[in-house]
């Protein structure tokens, strides 16, 4: 499972029935998120003695499993997500890919899953973009959200690694995540469920995690609140991450403090480009734990002035209300200042608005 693959070789086949030009229109006019989906799809298959093979890209199509398909009852399955933006050329771009690709690699070897080498998930994704190109769409904060994943395809009831696995990439067209304006959310705070602990999946991007948080996003809902905030297992005091997101706290003196990556915390490929970010704007960035406390008292003294998360999809999110069983924290009801700076910085990047100073931005077509 550990040794490096070659790089794959990709065939395409072209779909006989794509979408007409003007369903596609209608789509891009108003893509929403994750509902509609592009043509085509890449796929590739693993098995022990022949390794990765027969990759390329063909019609998207749904999946043919048998019902003992192994991922179906032990949850071997792991994703990524990322986006390719059009710039004003006209040209096309994904936001550190590599990054996303050294991220799978890393969650394959904790579900035991085949590595696959960044240069083929790379490949995978410029190949999906460029036979779909006119699937990305243009103007405000659209987007082709990108989705690899990888997952045990074997025919097998029983509890051990796959020895089939597939591979795949799809894409669906994404709006803006707030369309009518960057709006604070209100984030619920968990006090019977944790997302992970120490040893467990918490660094891997693998679906069970996702499905773990379900109930605990189920009562955010109900309790009027947009996302979950998760504490430690241990001590149920420490602050961990949101149910897809991480968080920063902005401080009195311009500061930026997140919490610490501690195995059970994933690493997002955003969170790191925003410390990085933030520190060519002149904050200090520091990265250690933070407890529950800690950010209630200082909401309540003024030391913390800001509060925002990130992630692939909304990219840079205040927040502006915590709540939890017995009471609740109002923050600012508008972004505040160091919040808008840094998602500016983001994403005046990402469109191609902005110098690249960091080499993040992958020119695909």
Known sequence: MTAIAPALEFSTTYSSSPVPAERRAEILANPGFGTSFTDHMVTATWTPDAGWHNAGARPYAPLSLDPATAALHYAQSIFEGLKAYRHDDGSIWAFRPEANGARFQRSAHRMALPDLPVESFVESLDLLVRTDAEWVPSGGETSLYLRPFMFASEVFLGVRPSKHVTYSVIASPAGAYFSSGV?????????????????????????????????????????????????????????????????????????????????TILEGITRDSVLALAADLHHKVEERPVSIDEWREGVASGEITEVFACGTAAVVTPLGRLAWSDGELLMDDEPGPVTQEIRAALLDIQYGRAQDRHGWMHRIV
């Open 183 to 263: 709006k604070p959310v209100s984030i619920w705070l968990s006090s019977e469920y944790t997302r992970a602990a120490p040893g467990g999946t918490g660094a891997a991007k693998c679906a069970g995690n996702y499905a773990a948080s379900l109930i605990a996003q189920q009562e955010a809902l109900a309790n009027g609140c947009d996302q979950v905030c998760f504490l430690d297992a241990l001590e149920r005091k420490w602050v961990e991450e949101l149910g897809g997101m991480n968080l920063y706290f902005v401080r009195a003196d311009g500061s930026i403090t997140t919490p610490s990556l501690t195995g």
